[in-house]
């Protein structure tokens, strides 16, 4: 289910439980509805409030902690995919066929990645593109080297292509659901009683449930924001391809 479709989902079942609270403050006897009522109600959503606001800080923390690793790991692939190109330039033009292999390596995975076309599905890349980068190391390997200079480049251009295998393992393993389903519903299920509690007792008037509908818009906009940040390739906040496509830019020069 897409992040957009789970806070609406978040939202319409918080509005649930602002209506249900509405609808007992008519139903329940008045002796059911005193001050000690109504102050031991505030105390237990307090407490409900304070665990929610508390979880979903620390989620949402872990998942912005997460995307900015992704992104930082997409920057060093691009860093080190220039480098390995010069290096394989300087090493001598019999590494041409294997600079023109990274090259539409690259290409293929940017359009895989960040496809140009709006609206394109998003192809998760992981085993294809390290054999292809496999594939490179042992064309790299293969390599005669002549010099104690080739001989350097050669081994810096190994490690260049160990790093970029290790940083994909890396970008594409570390993805996945931000929210495991039974934690979101848990969460659900404590906005939903939270936002009863304080409807049970809410002054009856429009500004009141303004503020109540807003209130549940925005934590349903919170858990948009993490499973959105939990998906780093894909939906509205993504990890930008600009790094990518620069170092695509400057290859084969």
């Known amino acids: 289910m897409s992040p957009t479709a789970t806070g609406g989902i978040v939202f319409a079942c918080t509005l649930a439980g602002m209506l249900i609270g509405m609808w007992l403050r008519n139903r329940l006897p008045p002796h059911h509805l005193d001050n000690d009522t109504q102050s031991s109600v505030r105390e237990v959503n307090g407490l409900i409030a304070t665990m929610t606001a508390l979880i979903l800080g620390l989620v949402t923390a872990s998942a912005q902690d997460s995307f ?15 480098a390995l190109d010069r290096l394989l330039a300087r090493f001598g033009p019999e590494t041409a066929e294997i600079r023109s292999t990274l090259r539409r390596v690259v290409d293929q995975r940017i359009e895989e990645i960040w496809p140009a076309e709006p609206g394109a599905t998003v192809t998760q890349v992981g085993v294809n593109a390290a054999q292809e980068l496999e594939r490179i190391g042992t064309m790299v390997a293969s390599l005669e080297a002549q010099t104690a200079n080739q001989q350097w480049l050669k081994s810096q251009a190994l490690d260049s292509t160990e790093s970029l295998l290790a940083a994909r393992w890396g970008i594409f393993a570390g993805q996945g659901p931000a929210i495991p389903n039974a934690f979101l519903v848990i969460i659900t299920f404590w906005l939903a009683a939270a936002f009863a509690g304080y409807a049970l007792f809410a002054p009856r008037n429009s500004t009141m449930t303004g503020i109540l509908v807003v209130s549940a818009f925005s934590v349903a906009c919170v858990i948009f924001l993490i499973l959105e940040l939990g998906n780093p390739f894909e939906g509205r906040i993504a990890v930008s391809g600009d790094s990518m496509r620069f170092a695509l830019a400057h290859l084969g020069q």
């Open 68 to 82: 900015t690793k992704v992104g930082a790991a997409v920057e060093h692939s691009a860093a080190d995919v220039i």
